[in-house]
């Protein structure tokens, strides 16, 4: 693990710029990354000028007056839509997770392995100091909080495998 370099300490390339440039500008990243198209950016004209023609792009489009969509607008679509089609989508519509259900949905350093495995040593020591009968109020609080990412993490898979059980039952 030491010897491996993470991601964020690597310099950008052109490709990877230009397959992100629009989450860079929507300020979706997360800071490291953020900061690593920023680098790029600072040292690349022809990812510049790219970046700099999509942010033109966005404030033109930005400028542009909003029109009130048609009242009949969803009829209108989902009447064009042919049901054999709509049929055939079918499994893209069945394959759906709930967002809190997705493993991104959580924080990166909640589901990180080394915040867990704290998490639940420190709900350890707290336990035996309880039992012990050490009576500091903050032992509950303790508890709680080492356990918390632990449960959130198996929580979120519970549900997932929960989900999964359901479809197949379904089919």
Do not use: W
Not at 40 to 55: F, M, V
Not at 155 to 166: D, N, P
Request: charge should be neutral.
């Amino acid at each position: 693990m030491y010897g491996r370099k993470n991601k964020s300490d690597q310099p950008l390339g052109c490709k990877e710029c230009k397959q992100g440039l629009q989450e860079y500008l929507d300020g979706t990243l997360e800071k490291p990354e953020s900061l690593r198209f920023f680098l790029h950016l600072r040292e690349c004209t022809a990812c510049q000028e790219e970046h700099d023609r999509l942010q033109g792009l966005f404030r033109m489009l930005e400028s542009l007056p909003d029109h009130e969509v048609p009242a009949d607008f969803d009829g209108a679509v989902l009447a064009s839509v042919p049901y054999a089609a709509y049929q055939a989508m079918e499994p893209l519509r069945r394959d759906r997770v709930p967002v809190f259900l997705e493993e991104a949905f959580l924080p990166r350093f909640v589901r990180a392995r080394v915040t867990r495995l704290v998490g639940l040593g420190v709900a350890s020591v707290a336990m035996a100091l309880a039992l012990r009968g050490d009576g500091s109020v903050l032992l509950p609080v303790l508890i709680v909080t080492g356990l918390l990412p632990e449960i959130v993490v198996r929580l979120q898979g519970l549900g997932r495998r929960a989900l999964e059980t359901t479809r197949r039952a379904e089919s």
